[in-house]
């Protein structure tokens, strides 16, 4: 099963729309499973840095399998070798919230990036959409985490 360019659309104009009714200008990017850029976009008034940020949320919640408030203990339990982790990968790994996994019938599609809130928001707009259009937020629990 994979994320459908229709389906990403779908999420983006998701959480833009419900960025703009927190009155937020949000960056908004969508991966795939192996998080690949599927699609990006920038409200208006949404700061020059929010897309990579959002890409970055996007990727790590996609190859980490676990959205990104998920990896807080494990960046502060073992911070030398998560931090080597973007060494090793395409882009940023992020532990941080506003980066949640897609996933649907217990398979990942891929990752779900927001940026341009305060961390709460970012956090919310991406599970009130990904909730809204049915998609699980369930994820096993990688020892003690605090999202």
Request: aromatic share 6%.
């Amino acid at each position: 099963m994979r994320l459908t360019l229709v389906e990403a659309e779908e999420i983006l104009a998701g959480a833009l729309q419900r960025g703009a009714e927190l009155g937020k200008a949000l960056s908004v990017a969508i991966v795939d499973a192996g998080g690949h850029l599927i699609a990006v976009k920038r409200s208006d008034g949404a700061r020059a840095l929010t897309p990579e940020i959002a890409i970055a949320k996007a990727y790590s919640s996609a190859i980490m399998e676990r959205p990104t408030n998920m990896l807080y203990d494990w960046a502060d339990s073992n911070p030398g070798f998560f931090a080597q982790l973007s060494n090793l990968a395409a882009r940023p790994i992020v532990a941080t919230e506003g980066g949640v996994t897609i996933k649907r019938d217990g398979e990942i599609l891929g990752g779900l990036g927001v940026s341009g809130g305060t961390p709460a928001e970012d956090q919310k707009v991406c599970e009130e959409v990904l909730t809204g259009l049915g998609y699980e937020l369930t994820f096993a629990a990688w020892g003690k985490n605090r999202g």
